[in-house]
């Protein structure tokens, strides 16, 4: 094959591989994101916590919307405290108040970013679009736990205080252009069923409840 040839194929190889590298830049990212709870990740693993261990976490909720979406967003509760170990539900409250209906989509995270990998969501209303009609009201739950390792791990045993962060966007797309997904958890779509343990027994898996106002 002729010297130019031979260079060409090189660069049009190059080229595929940069390509293909840069596509799966995003999903290896986030798995690494997810396994390592690196940059504030929350660990997405479904399971329920292993029930209520010594020790507790402060949890603060913080509500966000983006610019743009008429919505009023706050949290159910400002803050909790919550046994290591333990499950515990929590509601988002969402309401438009736009004349017509309006989807939107929550990305989150959690502060400090150390304590990313001991904060375990069991599901949640991330990532999944929600519709509001004009003037509608919906309640968003959410289920998490601590994990009780948070507390023997030198650089998170003198975390004392965990926030959860929601931010609602129009769409993914608005999110990636204003910030929302650089240190957003690793799931998009609709996440299995998850069950919560209840006197034994499993409960339904979570659902919004909407309330027309």
Known sequence: MPRNGILAAGLVAGIFGMVGLSFAAVPLYRMFCEATGYNGTPQLRGAAGPGAAEGTMQVRFDANTSPGLPWRFTPGQAVVTVPLGEDRLAFYTGRNQGAQAITGVATYNVTPEKAGRYFHKTACFCFDEQT????????????????????????????????????????????????????????????????????????????PRAISR
């Open 132 to 207: 509001l009609a004009a003037g509608q009201q919906m309640d968003f739950p959410l289920s998490f736990w601590v994990d009780p390792a948070i507390a023997s791990d030198p650089d998170t045993r003198d975390v004392r205080t965990i926030t959860l962060s929601y931010t609602f966007f129009r769409s993914l797309d608005d999110a990636e252009r204003n910030g929302g997904l650089d240190r957003a958890g690793p799931h998009v779509g609709k996440r299995a069923e998850a069950t919560l343990p209840q006197r034994g027994r499993a409960t339904p898996p979570l659902s």
